[in-house]
Nanobody
Framework: QVQVVESGGGLVQAGGSLRLSCSAPGSTINAMGWYRRPAPGKQRELAALVTFFGDGGLTAYGDSVKGRFAISRDNGENTVHLQMSSLKPEDTAVYYC?????????WGQGTQVTVSS
């Protein structure tokens, strides 16, 4: 079983910043990232993802966060950080860390991000 440890999140005013972190110690990871669910019953959507291949890695962002969110990785620690800037009320959601290992996905328990107007 893969342990997924999330940290960060909370309440921030619009225009502010928050950082989320996620680690999966002891695993050989293909990619890690963050997805978010704006409200119960709504579809989970990609926030940001980074691969763990090579030195640089490839990144992918949801259209609504491009230019505002930045994901980075620490290969040695199996950790990713999501720096969220210029936050908007519509960024309010439960954010879930996803760890991709081969064909499998492992999810964190989720952390709430609330952006007040």
């Amino acid at each position: 079983q893969v342990q997924v440890v999330e940290s960060g999140g909370g309440l921030v005013q619009a225009g502010g910043s928050l950082r989320l972190s996620c680690s999966a110690p002891g695993s050989t990871i293909n990619a890690m990232g963050w997805y978010r669910r704006p409200a119960p019953g709504k579809q989970r959507e990609l926030a940001a993802l980074v691969t763990f291949f090579g030195d640089g890695g490839l990144t992918a962002y949801g259209d609504s966060v491009k230019g505002r969110f930045a994901i980075s990785r620490d290969n040695g620690e199996n950790t990713v950080h999501l720096q969220m800037s210029s936050l908007k009320p519509e960024d309010t959601a439960v954010y879930y860390c996803c760890v991709k290992i081969g064909p499998d996905e492992f999810w964190g328990q989720g952390t709430q991000v609330t952006v007040s107007s």
